[in-house]
């Protein structure tokens, strides 16, 4: 075989051995690419779960909180104590009605809220 032929199966061989190199390359980025696609995907829905769960949790707190708040009126607006015993009852059934769902958003955020957040829920 003369020189051209070895410069040619050379130059073939060193073609191939590049293309296949820079498709490893490639895949290993797409990869990457995915990968960290799809931890950001992740990430924003733990982040979107987690505000969801701390919305829903400080708007029942404030509701019962409300409901407690409207105690200390009950004894300030009210001086006949059968009406402010049928006011306190009133809140008292507001109060339970309103406890289960406090209870339940404190257990989302719970499960979903960072430590130092869901030892204070």
Known sequence: MDSTAWVAILTGGTAILAGWVTSLGNARSVRIQAEASAKAQQHAQIREARRTAYLEFLEQAHITGELCYRLGD?????????????KIQDLRTALRNAYDPLARCARVVLLQGHGEVSVTA
């Open 74 to 86: 009950v004894y300030m607006q009210l001086t006949q104590q059968d009406e402010q015993l049928e």
